[in-house]
């Protein structure tokens, strides 16, 4: 049974840098392109990074390049997303994803077959 598990949510303040993790398990991670999404409340769900299988390529939504870094542990099976300068829009529940590769897909959630729960983020002062 496939499992997305996120972890590291929470109430952040503005400027703040806030680490999520996914640990992963009934499936092949290491052959999974993995992503985060996130969805803020009234809108649609939002592409915000993604990395390759092996790590070597990673892709950034316009609104976090430059403040946001995707990294894997394979061997671990879990996908890392670092997020830092935090700001009021970036409040929103934050969800981890593993699909096949897609070539330049990987900012389509209809790509991904496998989907985490959830974790919220809120930053407020």
């Known amino acids: 049974q496939v499992h997305l598990v996120e972890s590291g949510g929470g109430l952040v303040q503005p400027g703040d840098s806030l680490r999520l993790s996914c640990a992963a398990s009934?499936?092949?991670?290491?052959?999974?392109?993995m992503g985060w999404f996130r969805q803020a409340p009234g809108k649609e769900r939002e592409f915000v990074t993604a990395?390759?299988?092996?790590?070597?390529?990673?892709y950034y939504a316009d609104s976090v390049k430059g403040r946001c870094t995707i990294s894997r542990d394979n061997d671990k099976k879990e996908v890392y997303l670092l997020l830092s300068s935090l700001k009021s829009e970036d409040t929103a529940i934050y969800y981890c994803?593993?699909?096949?590769?897609?070539?330049?897909?990987?900012?389509?959630?209809?790509?991904?077959?496998?989907w985490g729960q959830g974790t919220q983020v809120t930053v407020s002062s």
């Open positions: 994803a593993g699909g096949p590769y897609s070539g330049s897909s990987y900012y389509d959630p209809t790509k991904y077959n496998y």
């Open positions: 009934g499936f092949t991670f290491r052959y999974y392109v």
């Open positions: 990395i390759s299988m092996n790590g070597a390529n990673t």
